[in-house]
């Protein structure tokens, strides 16, 4: 496996989440790319289902379909104009879905919301359009229930991780009407509770270990899922389009993370087109990957990580590739 990956660095277009630029790794398998990148907080057991995801996506004849594509929403950071960044996701990806980063003070939040949906009422009048947003669990119980209050009459879907904890989810689920979506609160050890006090559940496939793990996780928590990005580059997508074509075809998925990339492995990176994107396997380009590698230490830094991950990856996934290989 190691003989056919490349580290990589691309840059991001402005700071999200704290990031200018992701890093990590791609290798070859039989049945294409796979992309290992995890963040740089993960745990070794973290590194080990994001390592399993990506020889799934290289070693698994995982199944395409021809000519298919699926909705998803644009996405917004917290640090950026929302709305520039509105109509640049309307007026170039064509998406009538935008998923809008908040948790900041609460008038600062209302007024990111009230002016996209202003901006996509504006530009598709009459039409389906739908605001996600997302707090990352940095409201309490009271902000959140304030915030939410106020933002009746607007096109809504949900309102992800609004709170950290579950007891503040279920009792914020009690006094509003705007569904509840979990992504951070989601435990491994608990998916049967998730129901309790959330409506919906954002699932990522590379941090959960593949498509495979995904669906199974998906199966044990019973609610309507939205697939969502880690912020891979094009190359390590491809999984995840996959799964939200295969799990949850008629929603907009949180896939149009290509959008903030400014450099990428690909000549032309995924993007949406018209509020959609092709189902398909991405390769990288070989003089992408060259001119994306990164120098010395961090080489050194991915090829530990993963020798440690695979240290911790399941018996079946480790039969499949030969790590020196």
């Not at 947003?133 to 119980?141: E, H, P, V």
């Not at 495979?212 to 094009?234: D, F, H, K, Q, W």
């Not at 087109?273 to 830094?301: F, N």
Request: net charge negative; glycine share 8%.
């Amino acid at each position: 496996m190691w003989s056919t990956a490349s580290a990589f660095t691309v840059e991001l277009r402005s700071q999200f989440r704290g990031l200018h630029e992701r890093s990590g790794v791609v290798f070859r398998g039989p049945s294409g790319w796979g992309e290992f990148s995890p963040f740089a907080n993960y745990s070794v057991q973290q590194d080990a289902y994001w390592l399993e995801a990506a020889i799934e996506a290289a070693y698994s004849p995982l199944k395409f379909p021809d000519n298919a594509s699926i909705a998803v929403n644009a996405i917004i950071g917290d640090v950026e104009d929302c709305i520039e960044a509105t109509q640049r996701a309307i007026d170039v990806y064509g998406c009538r879905t935008i998923k809008l980063k908040v948790g900041l003070d609460s008038e600062t939040d209302l007024q990111r919301v009230h002016s996209v949906a202003k901006l996509l009422a504006a530009s598709f009048p009459g039409e389906q359009i739908g605001i996600r947003i997302d707090a990352n669990g940095r409201w309490g119980l009271e902000q959140a229930t304030h915030v939410l209050g106020q933002l009746a009459g607007l096109p809504i879907e949900y309102v992800e991780q609004p709170c950290r904890t579950e007891s503040e989810l279920l009792s914020l689920r009690r006094r509003i009407h705007i569904p509840i979506a979990v992504d951070e609160s989601i435990r491994i050890d608990r998916l049967d509770s998730v129901k309790e006090f959330a409506d919906l559940a954002i699932l990522k496939v590379s941090p959960l270990g593949g498509i495979a793990a995904t669906t199974r996780m998906a199966e044990r928590i019973g609610l309507p899922v939205r697939i969502s990005s880690a912020l891979e580059t094009s190359v390590g997508l491809s999984p995840s389009l996959l799964a939200a074509y295969e799990l949850a075809p008629d929603a907009a998925a949180g896939l149009g993370t290509g959008a903030l990339l400014r450099t990428d492995l690909v000549r032309e990176t995924v993007v949406p087109l018209k509020g959609r994107i092709q189902v398909q396997r991405v390769e990288p380009d070989p003089s992408l990957l060259a001119s994306h590698a990164p120098q010395g230490d961090l080489i050194s830094h991915w090829r530990a990580r993963m020798e440690a991950a695979f240290e911790l990856i399941a018996q079946p996934t480790r039969e499949l590739v030969d790590m020196e290989g």
